[in-house]
């Protein structure tokens, strides 16, 4: 495990992070080496391009799409994607008629396997009180325009079950290759506070 | 419980301040939290449900005032003072130590 | 169960945990039903959000057996029941003020739902 040199007095956070984690390595509870495989595995190797390559093959295939809608863990598996927090998943589709947002009001969840470990402001306050209350707000302060006759669906993952959203695909993206389409999905397309990009965008 | 952490349809809480490239973890603190918090529940010391009560018992000002991974220390801390895997005054120990050791 | 050793990170990792339980269940409701959510003020752990407390939804499917976190956060043990999507109308959540064509979806277990 990498030892600091600390050139100030550590904050009192700081203190109690360094006292839990020494103790619990001294008592055998917990083992460093794992520790540091775990930070190096959500910081490093598992991100929103998982759920992009998800998002991407849905747009090419339209039987892995149905597939995807269906049985979404089983779909997203087949691309490699599973695990710790993405154990039950629904896919939710965009479509001309209707948009998807997802939250977490109560904590964070949050489809680790194909989206990584949520951003800070997914996880706080403001987010998580009016993503259900005022969707269309949020959206607008994302800067989503949606036509006005499009029904807004409000995905609250209170249980087990992990919510991805299908964006639309955008125009004028015939005959782009499967990776050339992961790269037009963004996170908070996924999430649905945001649209993918456009390709030349 | 009707704690602070139910906090759909409330008001006030203010504009969402997305961060842009955010990164994954924002001080080096918070991977080591991340981390023993998998590591700690992967080996059986609470379950989800557990870890997330112990958040919701927070204090509802250090909730809001705290950032997330804070909330996640406190629930750890609680959980395995709770179940005897180390006790307060083992940490609070700890803690001086260390900030002795610092200083 | 033993202390996770730095091999084990992987398999943890892409296997997880899932909370569903493989028990023989009976369901309460079936997709298509009408629901009316329990108006309980529990002190304890519960996923049920005030907001939605004593409204009206429609259940949209069964998601199948999992454990029930108002009993599993306090080693009461599993009491494995279904959890259904159940969609409400934005304005029964918010009120007359809210979008018509709007909803919301929660995930709810059997003990949190009465037939309307």
Known sequence: MASHRHNRPLSEVELRVKALESLLTEKGLIDPAAVDEIIDTYEHKIGPRNGARVVARAWVDPRYKERLLSRGTEAIAELGFSGVQGEDMVVVENTEKVHNLVVCTLCSCYPWPTLGLPPVWYKSAPYRARAVSDPRGVLEEFGVDLPAATEVRVWDSNAELRYLVLPKRPAGTEGMSEDELAELVTRDSMIGVGQPRSPGA | MNGIHDLGGMHGMGPIRPEADEPVFHEDWERRVFGVMIATFAGGQFNVDEFRHAIERMDPAHYLESS???????????????????????????????????? | MPTLTRDMVPGLVATGGSCR?????????????????????????????????????????????????????????????????VKFAARELWGAEAPAKDCLYLDLWDDYLERA
């Open chain 3, 21 to 85: 339980v493989a028990a023989e269940v009976p369901a309460k409701f079936k997709a298509g039903e009408r629901i009316v959510v329990r108006n309980v003020n529990p002190t304890r752990h519960t996923r049920l959000p005030r907001y939605v407390r004593g409204k009206r939804g429609v259940v949209e499917q069964d998601h199948g057996v999992f454990v029930y976190p108002d009993t599993s956060a306090h080693g009461e043990g599993h009491k494995p029941q279904h959890v259904y999507s």
């Open chain 2, 68 to 103: 997330y991974y804070e909330h996640w220390l406190t629930a750890l801390e609680t959980l395995l003072a709770e179940n005897g895997a180390l006790t307060r005054a083992e940490l609070e120990a700890r803690r001086a130590k260390l900030a002795k050791e610092a200083a």
